[in-house]
C-alpha cells in the first residue's frame, strides 16, 4: 500500500470515531412535548424537599433524610419498609395492600416537636413517628376533595356532592344533604377566579371549618355532550356569560365541637364574590374581600365566626376600571392585630401594614415594581421574606425585608427565576422553614436547568443541595435569546423570546411562527430556563422554523397601567404591540416576510384569529386553539372584568368580536377545539366557522372528542403533531 494513503487511511479512521461522537441526536415530539413517553427524561432532575419545623428533609421516592445546615450531610431518618413493616404490625399483621406505601416523596411533617411523618395514598392517611418506629394515627383518605387540619386531625371531603367531616377518631359528621350539580357545598366558586382554588377552609386551631355553598340552579346550562355512550347523551355544564344571570354564593362556618353549622350574615349575595377567606389567629373571626359584581369596589369585612353576625367593613378600596383580590390577608406571626394587606392601589402590588381596625400603618414595599409573593415573616429578625420583579420585570428573585423600615435584602443570586416550587394555592410559603430563618431556594436561568440551594437569613454564603445535569447535552438544541423592542405606544418596553432554527444560517431566510398568548395572569417570557421556552418551538426550530415570542401589554406582572390599557377593549392594543414585532422581524435579514405564521391556544387562539384576519396580507398560516371569538359567550367574573357587560359595553364588544371578521380570511387557518371544553365553550369556533361558510372563506377545522380545553396525556402529542404539519403543508 502507497504510504501517503496509508497514513490517509489512519486518518480518517482517527477522525471516525470522533465525527461519530460529535453526532448530536435530533429530537421527537415524545421528548418535548409533556404527552409524550420520554418527556420526563427530557425535562431537568428535581428534588423534593420539605421542612420539619427548622430541619430540612430530603424526600426519595422510598426514604426521607434530614440535612445538617451546615455540612449539608444527610442521615436517613424513615423508608418505605420501616413504614410498611410498622403498618403490618399495627393491623395485627393483616395491613391490606392498598394500606401500602410505595412512595414518599410528598411525605410532610406537619408538627415541629414531635418526630411525625404525615403520608398518604388513594386509601389512607398517616402519622408516622419514625424514631419509635410505629404508626400513631390512621384515617381513611382517597377522597376526590379533601382538606386536612394538622392541629384537629379532622378532614373536611366530599361525597356524591355533599360535604363532610371526618374527625380525628374516624366518625363522619354530614354538613349538607341537598348537594347536587346545582347546590355546591365545599368546593372553588366564582370559576376559580380571584385566587380562589378550594371550598373549604379550616380555623387555626382545627375545630371551625368555613366552607363555600354555591347555588347555580339560576344559571343557564351549557349543552355539553358524551359521545362515549350508545347514544350520545347530554351533560350539561352551568356556564354563566357575561351580561346573564350568575350563580349565588354563601360561607358557612361548621363548629367540630358542637356539631353545628351557621352561615355568615352577608346580606343577599346576588351578584357579590365573596374571596380571599381568612381566620383571625384566634380562630374568633372570619375576614372576606367582597367584590361588587362589576369588580371595582373590594370591602374587606370581618365575621363572629360563633354567630355568623357582620361586625363591619373595615376597609375599602375602589377603581374605575378593576380591582381584582388574589390574595387573602396575613396576620403577624407575633401580633395578632397588625396584618398584612396585598394591594395594587399605588399601580404595582405591594404590602401594607394594618391593624385589625383597618387603619393602614405604613406601606412596607415600593417601587415600580411587584410582589409575586409574600413568602412568610422570621420573628427573630422582625422581617418577610418576599418574592418579587424588583430586579428585572422577566425575573422571579427572593428578598428579605424589614417591616420596620422597608429595608430589602436580595436573597438569592439577582438572576434567573427563583422559588420555583408551588402549592396547590400558586404560592410559596413551604420554601420557607418554620421560624423563616432558612429556606430551600428551586430556581433556574436561561442557561441554568435547575439550583438548588439552602439560604439562611443574614449569612451570605448559600448551600447548594443540588445541580441538574443539561438534559439535552445530546441533543442538537437551537439557539435561544431574549430581548426587548417599543410598544405601539413607542415608550414602553415589551420583552420578546426569539427561537433560531437549529444550525442557523443567517446568510439564510426562515419561515417564521409567531407564538401568542396575549392576554391577562400570564408571561410567555421569563428567565428561567431557555427564557420558559416550551418544547414545541424547539421541535419547530428543528424543522427550519424561527420561533417569537412577545408579551404585549396587557399580560401580568408589569403593574395596572401595563394590564389595564385593554381595558373594555380586549385584543386590540395586544394586536397593535404584536404588529411591533412582526415590524421587528421583518428587519431581520434571515426573516422571510413572505412566509409568516401564528399560533396560541386560548387567549392565544383568540389573538391568532385576531391577527390573521385584522392582518391577513401578513400571516400565511395559523393555527388557533380553543379560540374565544366573541367576548359574550365567555363566563361572567373574568368577561365582565376585563370587557364589562354587552349591555355596557356594546361597542367594545363589536369592535372585538370576530364574527365581523369571517370575511377577511385569506390565509391557511386550522382551529382546533376541544369537544367538552368547558372553559371557552365551541359555541365560539362553531359560529365563526358558520359566519366563514355565510362569507365564503375556508378555514380548516379539526376537534378531539371528550376533550376538556386542553388535550391530556398524550393525545397532546398528537395535537402538535398536527399542529405542527399544518405549518409543513402551508408555510414551507
Known amino acids: 500500500m502507497n504510504k501517503y494513503f496509508f497514513h490517509i487511511l489512519l486518518t480518517l479512521l482517527a477522525i471516525l470515531p470522533i465525527s461519530t461522537m460529535a453526532q448530536k441526536k435530533t429530537f421527537s415530539l415524545e421528548d418535548l412535548n409533556y404527552g409524550g413517553i420520554n418527556y420526563r427524561s427530557m425535562t431537568p432532575e428535581n428534588q423534593t424537599y420539605a421542612w420539619w419545623g427548622d430541619v430540612l428533609i430530603h424526600n426519595t421516592r422510598n426514604t426521607c433524610h434530614s440535612i445538617d445546615p451546615k455540612t449539608l450531610e444527610e442521615t436517613q431518618i424513615l423508608s418505605s419498609d420501616d413504614v410498611n413493616k410498622a403498618l403490618k404490625e399495627n393491623a395485627g399483621g393483616t395491613a391490606a395492600m392498598n394500606e401500602t406505601f410505595g412512595y414518599l416523596g410528598s411525605a410532610s411533617f406537619p408538627y415541629p416537636d414531635q418526630p411525625l411523618a404525615l403520608l398518604e395514598n388513594a386509601s389512607i392517611r398517616v402519622l408516622y413517628d419514625w424514631k419509635d418506629k410505629k404508626v400513631v394515627w390512621k384515617q381513611k383518605a382517597g377522597y376526590d376533595i379533601s382538606d386536612w387540619s394538622p392541629a384537629s386531625r379532622a378532614q373536611a371531603f366530599v361525597d356524591e356532592n355533599n360535604l363532610f367531616v371526618m374527625d380525628a377518631e374516624g366518625k363522619k359528621h354530614q354538613l349538607s344533604s341537598d348537594g347536587s350539580r346545582e347546590i355546591v357545598y365545599g368546593q372553588s366558586v366564582h370559576r376559580d377566579e380571584f385566587g380562589i382554588y378550594k371550598g373549604t377552609f379550616w380555623s387555626p386551631d382545627g375545630k371551625r371549618l368555613a366552607f363555600y355553598r354555591m347555588d347555580q340552579s339560576m344559571v343557564s346550562d351549557y349543552p355539553q355532550v358524551n359521545l362515549s355512550t350508545r347514544v350520545a347523551t347530554e351533560e350539561p355544564d352551568k356556564y354563566p356569560m357575561a351580561g346573564e344571570t350568575s350563580h349565588k354564593v354563601t360561607v358557612g362556618v361548621y363548629d367540630l365541637v358542637s356539631d353545628k353549622t351557621i352561615y355568615l350574615k352577608a346580606g343577599d349575595p346576588t351578584d357579590r364574590y365573596f374571596t380571599n377567606i381568612q381566620w383571625s389567629p384566634d380562630a374568633k373571626r372570619i375576614y372576606i374581600q367582597e367584590l361588587n359584581r362589576d369588580q371595582t369596589d373590594i370591602e374587606l369585612t370581618v365575621y363572629d365566626a360563633v354567630t355568623g353576625n357582620k361586625e363591619g367593613v373595615i376597609y375599602r378600596e375602589h377603581n374605575d376600571k378593576y380591582a381584582e383580590p388574589l390574595t387573602p390577608i396575613t396576620f403577624l406571626p407575633w401580633d395578632d392585630q397588625k ?10 402590588n405591594h404590602l401594607y401594614l ?15 415594581w411587584v410582589v409575586l409573593d409574600l413568602i412568610g415573616f422570621c420573628k427573630k429578625r422582625g422581617s418577610l421574606i418576599i418574592l418579587s420583579t424588583e430586579a428585572n420585570p422577566i425575573q422571579n428573585n427572593l428578598y428579605e425585608v424589614k417591616i ?5 435584602t436580595l436573597l438569592d443570586n439577582g438572576k434567573g427565576c427563583h422559588a420555583s416550587i408551588y402549592q396547590p394555592d400558586g404560592k410559596h410559603s413551604s420554601i420557607l422553614s418554620a421560624s423563616g430563618t432558612m429556606l430551600f431556594d428551586n430556581y433556574s436561568e436561561p442557561d441554568v436547568p435547575r439550583n438548588i440551594e439552602l439560604i439562611t437569613l443574614g449569612q451570605d454564603k448559600r448551600g447548594r443541595l443540588f445541580t441538574a445535569n443539561d438534559p439535552w447535552k445530546d441533543y442538537d438544541a437551537p439557539e435561544f435569546s431574549c430581548g426587548t423592542i417599543k410598544a405601539a405606544d413607542g415608550v414602553t418596553d415589551l420583552y420578546y423570546r426569539m427561537v433560531k432554527p437549529t444550525n442557523f444560517d443567517p446568510a439564510k431566510k426562515y419561515p417564521t411562527v409567531i407564538y401568542v398568548y396575549g392576554g391577562p395572569h400570564a408571561r410567555n417570557v421569563e428567565a428561567d430556563w431557555h427564557y420558559s421556552s416550551r ?22 406582572d408589569r403593574g395596572l397601567e401595563f394590564e389595564q390599557t385593554t381595558f373594555r377593549q380586549l385584543g386590540q392594543v395586544e394586536m397593535a404591540d404584536q404588529m411591533k414585532g412582526v415590524e421587528f422581524l421583518k ?3 434571515y426573516v422571510d416576510a413572505d412566509r409568516m405564521g401564528v399560533h396560541g391556544w386560548s387567549y392565544g387562539g383568540f389573538m391568532t384569529i385576531s391577527l390573521m384576519t385584522n392582518h391577513p396580507d401578513v400571516f400565511k398560516v395559523g393555527v388557533a386553539g380553543g379560540p374565544v371569538i366573541d367576548w359574550q359567550w365567555y363566563e361572567v367574573m373574568y368577561g365582565e372584568r376585563y370587557m364589562d357587560t354587552p349591555q355596557t359595553n356594546p361597542e367594545g364588544y363589536k369592535k372585538t368580536s370576530l364574527l365581523r371578521q369571517a370575511g377577511n380570511l385569506k390565509g391557511h387557518l386550522q382551529i382546533i377545539q376541544g369537544l367538552n371544553d368547558k372553559t371557552v365553550v365551541p359555541q365560539h369556533c362553531l359560529r365563526f366557522i358558520d359566519e366563514c361558510i355565510k362569507a365564503g372563506t375556508q378555514p380548516d377545522f379539526f376537534v378531539y372528542p371528550g376533550e376538556p380545553h ?12 398536527r399542529i405542527t404539519q399544518y405549518f409543513e403543508d402551508h408555510l414551507k
Open 710 to 721: 386542553n388535550m391530556r396525556g398524550h393525545k397532546s402529542v398528537h395535537l402538535h403533531e
Open 404 to 408: 420596620a423600615n422597608g429595608k430589602r
Open 535 to 556: 418544547g414545541w418551538e424547539t421541535y419547530m426550530a428543528q424543522k427550519g422554523y424561527l420561533l417569537f415570542i412577545l408579551d404585549n401589554r396587557g399580560s401580568c
Open 587 to 589: 428587519q431581520l435579514p
Open 339 to 348: 396584618f398584612i394587606l396585598q394591594s395594587q392601589k399605588d399601580g404595582y
Open 354 to 368: 394594618m391593624d385589625t381596625k383597618g387603619k393602614e400603618l405604613k406601606q412596607i414595599t415600593k417601587g415600580p
